[in-house]
């Protein structure tokens, strides 16, 4: 196993199944143009050959499919077919939603158990100008339909200070009511958020900021969570749960145990920072071939992670997975 002088290592593997997504939210695409899938992405046989030998080479436990949003990908049922034989004790997915009832079947049949659905506001207008895609009524029913089939869902809110901040505590309602668990995730210095500082202080949310307001209407006290989790948990006695993911507030770079692959086939061992390391073509060399190359570049990658605080880069998040 390959472990650094701060004892982290990789558990978490997300994968960016493609870059393509049916909205162009603002904080993530600042030209509005959506992105659509790259030329060189790779085939699903080979990105679940990749999560098979991530599974040796690094000690990958736990799965999370994201894009790109990964519900557009024609790659998503060959790719969860074979990612649901390997054994992984956990397969998650981050999708926006907007195609989640039509795809619940095979997600079922699949055995996906938990879902993140991002969703920054329950006002129909401020979606739009938001998510610049998609449909708010269509997300919600496609929660709802998750729901019903007994799929936890857990929901990613970035606010946004002039965007949906009035949206905070409405969405909180929203989750509570119907048991999904609420994440606010803290704007994070990615893409041109990285270089225009401005633009993101503008924006930006801090912790503090949201404890206050969701003070105003709910008691909440601090909840265990695990150790190498990126979320603070709060619990609301008798309501429920929260979590907030406060890259700046309270980095979590100490503990981060997370590894991505992107749709082209490169690793990264951090958001944060600019460097990746192709692994494309050892996924089609055989596993004994294969292996000790991608070892030796997970250390590589592991050596990528930040000591202590998470300071932003230039990747655009559709590109690696949130
Ligand atoms: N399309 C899927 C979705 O919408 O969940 C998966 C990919 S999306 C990039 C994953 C998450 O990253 C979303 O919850 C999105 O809000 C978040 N995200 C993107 N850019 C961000 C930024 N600069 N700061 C914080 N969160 C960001």
Known sequence: MIVDRQGRRFRNLRVS???ACNYACTYCVPNGKRLVAAQDELSAEAMARGVAYLIEAAGIERLRITGGEPLVSPKLE????????????DISLTTNGQLLARKLPLLVDAGIRRINVSLDTLNAAAFRGIARGGDLATVLDGMEQARAAGIKIKVN??????????????LLDYCLERG???????LMRMGHLASD????????????QLLSLIGERYEYLQADAPVDATAVRYEIPGHGHFGVIANESVP???TCSRLRL??????????????RHYVGDLLDKPRHQALPALQRLLVKAL???????FSGGATVMKIIGG
């Open 17 to 19: 199944l493609t870059s």
């Open 78 to 89: 060959a790719f969860m077919t074979a990612v649901g034989q390997m054994g992984l004790e």
């Open 157 to 170: 809110m970035v606010p946004l200070r002039g965007q949906n901040l009035d949206q905070v505590l409405p």
């Open 180 to 186: 999904y668990e609420l994440r606010f995730i803290e």
């Open 197 to 208: 500082s401005n633009a993101f202080l503008q924006q930006f949310v801090s912790l503090q």
């Open 252 to 254: 979590f770079c100490r």
């Open 262 to 275: 992107s749709s082209t086939g490169w690793l990264h061992g951090c958001l944060s920072s600019s460097n």
């Open 303 to 309: 050596g990528d992670k930040q000591e202590v605080a």
